[in-house]
């Protein structure tokens, strides 16, 4: 198996692979542009996005409807065009976290709680830092790796080349990835009194998941939380960030106090009320496009199907 920070080989330049490596050439490109095109040519992605991808646009518009039913059709309808400008914007934010510059991003940043982080490495013990799938996510990753040593967990690419890719930039600036299937890397890592980063918001297929709330609808979502906590007696920390205009807010919260508990699903239920909170700070930058009620405790949903409305 390859060691947890190490980059694995290049793909060759087989035809088979041909889609990936003009993909990630022209990913390069754009990780290179100024950051003021950047954003202006992910808000017409993302405009264009919302008109072609009527799947995940249909998705989007389910999660948003599901989780905010008290807010007006006109509100909702705005969240989605804001999520789709941000979700542009992400694509380009993903490159240049993974393979451009950072510091334009870095003058500008307010970062806080820090010293929550400090006074755990302190103390020997490690750190679960806990968010969620924001567009953000990438780039305040390699922000906060400007700060404090940061290693994160990832779900591995099928296609070799993304693999290589991403991997090869995320090792860039955190100091050790570790793939979904490496629990027993990630357990050391936090024994060791190390900081990892990962986000246990989506709904994974696995037999360590439960039904816990995610505003007010049952989600399904993995125990990992729960089960890291009690194998490494690590602390649990909330990390929260958001993009506002070019400047970039991220903040650390408090651990958890009492965490973990004998109670599994109370445990994720924790997590998932944290996660919660953080798409209401920054509502627009979640994805959205994830079927994250896809799974029900009664079975398969049909939120999603055409036609249905999008209502429990």
Known sequence: MTAPDAVPPRPPFSPRLWPAWLGLGAALLAARLPWTWQRALGLGVGQI?????GTRRRAAQVNIALCFPQESPQWRARLLRDSFDALGI????????????????RR?????????LQALQAQGRGVLLVSGHFMTLEMCGRLMCSRVPLSGMYRRHRNPVMEWA????RLGYADAMFGNGDIRGAVRHLK?????????????????????PFFGMPASTITATHQLARLTGCAVVPFFHRREGGRYVLRVAP?????????????????????????????????????????????????????RAPSP
């Open 49 to 53: 996005a919302l008109r072609l991808a």
């Open 90 to 105: 992400g694509l380009f934010e993903f490159a240049r976290a993974w393979w451009g510059d950072d510091q334009p991003m």
């Open 108 to 116: 500008q940043m307010q970062i806080e709680g820090v010293e929550h």
């Open 166 to 169: 991403v991997k090869r930039g």
């Open 192 to 212: 060791r009194g190390g900081l990892l980063w990962y986000a246990p918001d989506q709904d994974m297929r696995g037999k360590d998941t439960v039904f816990a």
């Open 255 to 307: 651990p958890l106090a009492d965490f973990p508990s004998e109670d599994a699903v109370a445990d994720t239920a924790r997590v998932n009320a944290a996660i919660e909170a953080m798409v209401r700070e920054a509502p627009s930058q979640y994805l959205w496009i994830h079927r994250r009620f896809k799974r029900q405790p009664q079975g398969r949903s049909d939120y999603y199907d055409r036609g």
